[in-house]
């Protein structure tokens, strides 16, 4: 999304966006989230926290799908991220479902910012 200048650092940002789809038969809840978000400037951060974007999805057979967008922001120009779900079932038992490490990278050669941002 770019880069912005914040008390004498750039602070750089990424939307990324994340699809939930339950392919078994029961009914199953979000219930927590946990990233470990690793910045290239040598900071590793934790965010924990019920369900995401304010929602605690359900995903049944009738609605399987959930998507939904965030944005994270490091104080380097790379970095990446990853972490776990944890679902609910119908008896109450949990279990958690792995987001693979995905990359945070920015253009350097970028000439030309975002509407609103600058380098």
Known sequence: MG??????????????CIRLENLDSDVVQLRERHWRIF?????????????VVGREPVLSKEQPAFQYSSHVSLQASSGHMW????FERPD???????IPPFSLESNKDEKTPPSGLHW
């Open 39 to 51: 910045s290239l400037s040598g900071t590793l951060e934790t965010v924990r926290g019920r369900g």
């Open 3 to 16: 880069m912005r200048e914040a008390q004498n650092s750039h602070v750089y940002w990424w939307r990324y």
């Open 92 to 98: 109450g038992s949990h279990f958690d479902v792995r």
């Open 83 to 86: 972490g776990t779900f944890r």
